[in-house]
């Protein structure tokens, strides 16, 4: 049973910061690569931030220089640093995972994330 669970989410003040941590257990037999997303109400699900095996990182244009993507692969556990927040900041963040093999994509059940003053 694979699992993917989200947590650190919460409601801060803009300018404030958070980290979010996606914690992975269960079999998969290869990760290509694990990201973050967000859905805020009436928008689809964007990507945010994705790392592949290699290291290399991708960022949505809206939280480059904010936003830090980091991995470590011995806890199979994916991190979002969040900070100078905006009030668009807030949705529900996804933490999703790419495999190599069917089924070839796991999804946190999401963890809201609210920056209002």
């Known amino acids: 049973q694979v699992q993917v669970v989200e947590s650190g989410g919460g409601l801060v003040q803009p300018g404030g910061s958070l980290r979010l941590s996606c914690a992975v257990s269960g079999r998969i037999s290869s990760i290509n690569a694990m990201g973050w997303y967000r859905q805020a109400p009436g928008k689809a699900r964007d990507l945010v931030a994705r790392?592949?095996?290699?290291?290399?990182?991708i960022y949505a244009d809206s939280v480059k220089g904010r936003f830090t993507i980091s991995r470590d692969n011995a806890k199979n556990t994916v991190y979002l640093q969040m900070n100078s927040l905006k009030p668009e900041d807030t949705a529900v963040y996804y933490c999703?995972?790419?495999?190599?093999?069917?089924?070839?994509?796991?999804w946190g059940q999401g963890t809201q994330v609210t920056v209002s003053s």
């Open positions: 790392i592949i095996s290699g290291g290399s990182t």
């Open positions: 999703g995972v790419l495999a190599v093999v069917a089924p070839y994509d796991y």
